[in-house]
Each structure stands twice: as C-alpha cells, then as structure tokens.
C-alpha cells in the first residue's frame, strides 16, 4: 500500500451570515481568509494546519457538532489564545484544572456566531478512571461558552 501524505485537516461549516463567521474567524484565528466569494470563505491556517471553509446556507439549528478545539502545549499557551481572543473583542469562557473526557485539563472557550464552541485546551493528566460522576466525553452549552462533562 502506497503511504497517503495528508496535507492537513478540512472542516466546512455551514453558517448563517458568511460576512459576520468572517469577522469572528479573523480574530479567532489571528489570520485574514484566503478565498473570499458570495456565501464561501476559506482559512488557509498554518498553526495548527486546517482548511477552514465557511459556506454561507440556511441555518435553522446546530446540527450533531458537539465542539471544536484546538489542543495547545502549556497551560500558557492556554492563557496566551485566552488573551488574543479577548483583545480582539471575543468573549471567552474558562475552565481551570477540570476533569473533562477523563483528563484533567486547562482550557477556554469561544463561540461563532452559529453557536459552534471553539475550545483551546492542554492535557495536564490523562487516562483517568471511569467514575460514576464521569461519562466518555464532554459536551458544550454555547450559552455559557463551557464544555460540560456527561
């Protein structure tokens, strides 16, 4: 078998207003959209590698999406993403030292204008244990921009 060279991930979302998904991926992001067209924009993102395609479509309700993320080093690249995120005007949501997904982690939180939570997050200790308290996985509430454990 031939090895495959994967260039990066793609994720295309389908949102509302494609001028304002626009605004918020461009502080989100740090990074202006390569392609711009009516209805469609494109992210060519270097760090963390991803083609990003907004396509403008008739958006009634959040779809089986339960969130994004993007996994960082250190708590401090945590706070830096925090702090971009703020000063570009973005509202953010933290979660310190929380047990999430079995792992213990630091993360904040983000939401587009369609309500997709963003998170940014680091692995402090994994491999946890089942609990009754716990289930597999983490779900958002984009009303309170916080990943919360089933």
């Given at each position: 078998m031939n090895q495959v060279t994967v260039l990066k991930p793609h994720i295309s979302l389908?949102?509302?207003?494609v001028t304002a998904s626009?605004?918020?991926?461009?502080?989100?992001?740090?990074i202006e959209p390569l392609k711009v067209r009516t209805g469609y924009a494109k992210f060519d993102v270097q760090n963390p590698?991803?083609?990003?395609?907004?396509?403008?479509?008739?958006?009634?309700?959040r779809g089986a999406l339960s969130?994004?993320?993007?996994?960082?080093?250190?708590?401090?690249?945590?706070?830096?993403?925090?702090?971009?995120?703020q000063d570009a005007g973005l509202t953010t949501?933290?979660?310190?030292?929380?047990?999430c997904c079995y792992a213990v982690q630091d993360k904040t939180w983000v939401?587009?204008?369609?309500?997709?939570?963003?998170?940014?997050?680091?692995?402090?200790?994994?491999?946890?244990?089942?609990?009754?308290?716990?289930?597999?996985?983490?779900?958002t509430s984009t009303n309170q921009l916080v990943g919360i454990c089933r």
């Open positions: 389908n949102v509302q207003n626009i605004e918020f991926y461009k502080k989100m992001l740090g590698p991803l083609n990003l395609a907004l396509n403008e479509a008739p958006v009634k309700e969130h994004l993320g993007l996994q960082v080093g250190a708590t401090e690249d945590v706070l830096a993403l925090r702090e971009r995120w949501k933290d979660e310190i030292n929380t047990t939401a587009d204008p369609d309500g997709n939570a963003w998170e940014a997050f680091v692995v402090l200790e994994d491999q946890l244990p089942e609990t009754a308290e716990q289930s597999s996985c983490c779900v």
